[in-house]
T-cell receptor
Framework: DQQVKQNSPSLSVQEGRISILNCDYTNSMFDYFLWYKKYPAEGPTFLISISSIKDKNEDGRFTVFLNKSAKHLSLHIVPSQPGDSAVYFCAASADSGYALNFGKGTSLLVTP | DTGVSQNPRHKITKRGQNVTFRCDPISEHNRLYWYRQTLGQGPEFLTY????????KSRLLSDRFSAERPKGSFSTLEIQRTEQGDSAMYLCASSQGTGREKLFFGSGTQLSVL
């Protein structure tokens, strides 16, 4: 069963505008969340993370928001750039284990 | 820091053959992970090492799969009697620390079982 869900397989955004990628989770034990970016023929690269004690974390153009009651998190990219075009994976972990549980990914295309 | 290195990048094998992949983590990292990714899916956790000790294994890791990290440095993942369903990208990741630190992934080994 998929405990981390990314329901949008793809997203297209114009350069300069905001990209919003969404992620839902079902396991209430998850308390640490990460976003990874993946280019073709490369491994995933860490982007940003958030602990469940926070509801927002910001790093440059990237902001992650966490809504624990809704079991939902989102990644905002502002402004979007063509180099941001990649597959974005949401991942979550629980304190009781070492595994990261990944969603299926959202393919972002930023057009000039 | 040369990153996580995985070899080979691609492996084509016939059903029933054994294959072995190698992962060299970032040198100072004590934690090493194996994940598997199939088309259209996110990476799925297979197993985890802290130094040379294998501390966690997923149910996905059948008896045909075995992973080692003999000296707490590089790791190998062996698949015996490969099946077509084993075709996937096998990703290795490493991290350093005792907390919930981020993982650094290698570029993976793409396995195709014919």
């Amino acid at each position: 069963d998929q405990q981390v869900k990314q329901n949008s397989p793809s997203l297209s955004v114009q350069e300069g505008r905001i990209s919003i990628l969404n992620c839902d989770y079902t396991n209430s034990m998850f308390d640490y969340f990460l976003w990874y970016k993946k280019y073709p023929a490369e491994g995933p690269t860490f982007l940003i993370s958030i602990s469940s004690i926070k509801d927002k974390n910001e790093d440059g153009r990237f902001t992650v928001f966490l809504n624990k009651s809704a079991k939902h998190l989102s990644l905002h990219i502002v402004p979007s750039q063509p180099g941001d075009s990649a597959v974005y994976f949401c991942a979550a972990s629980a304190d009781s284990g070492y595994a990261l549980n990944f969603g299926k990914g959202t393919s972002l295309l930023v057009t000039p | 820091d040369t990153g996580v290195s995985q070899n080979p990048r691609h492996k084509i094998t016939k059903r029933g053959q054994n294959v072995t992949f190698r992962c060299d983590p970032i040198s100072e990292h004590n934690r090493l992970y194996w994940y598997r990714q199939t088309l259209g899916q996110g990476p799925e956790f297979l197993t985890y090492f802290q130094n040379e000790a294998q501390l966690e294994k997923s149910r996905l890791l059948s008896d045909r799969f075995s992973a080692e990290r003999p000296k707490g440095s590089f790791s190998t993942l062996e698949i015996q009697r490969t099946e077509q369903g084993d075709s996937a990208m096998y990703l290795c990741a490493s991290s350093q620390g005792t907390g919930r630190e981020k993982l650094f992934f290698g570029s993976g080994t793409q396995l195709s079982v014919l």
